[in-house]
């Protein structure tokens, strides 16, 4: 009995170690909406940087929605800024989602936030 539970401690320790940071510990920096280029080739950029407040190296994937003048989520993408390499705590990763959407004549706002974290 002993040794299945100190091997099922063994197994969850991992997911412990990983579950150390959690989206509240990174912040969105700088995020700045803009678009460039003229009729059917608009073409957004939607960029900022995802900064690791967290004592861990770890990463995060963000969402940004894209939203009309009455705040209807028009269009959706989710991104991980620094890919699968984990962000240094203090450290900031730059992003760009903007060729993720199509451009639409009634995007009014965006909203950026960060819903997950993972170490790598």
């Known amino acids: ?20 940071c959690a989206p509240t510990d990174f912040a969105i ?10 009729g059917a080739a608009i073409r957004l950029s939607l960029s900022g940087e995802l900064v690791n407040n967290c004592a861990e190296p770890a990463a995060a994937q ?14 959706a993408k989710q991104g991980w800024p620094a890919g699968t ?5 203090g ?8 060729r993720r959407f199509r451009f639409q004549s009634d ?8 819903i ?3 170490a790598w």
Do not use: W
Request: aromatic share 6%.
């Open 1 to 20: 009995m002993k040794t299945l539970l100190l091997s099922a401690s063994l197994l969850f320790l991992p997911v412990v170690a990983h579950a150390a």
């Open 29 to 38: 920096k700088d995020f700045k909406p803009s678009s460039n280029g003229g």
């Open 62 to 75: 963000i969402s940004i929605e894209a939203k009309d003048a009455s705040g209807k989520v028009l269009q």
């Open 85 to 89: 390499t984990n962000i240094a705590p």
């Open 91 to 98: 450290e900031a990763a730059k992003f760009d989602l903007g």
């Open 107 to 114: 995007m009014a706002s965006y909203t950026v936030s960060v």
């Open 116 to 118: 997950a974290v993972r």
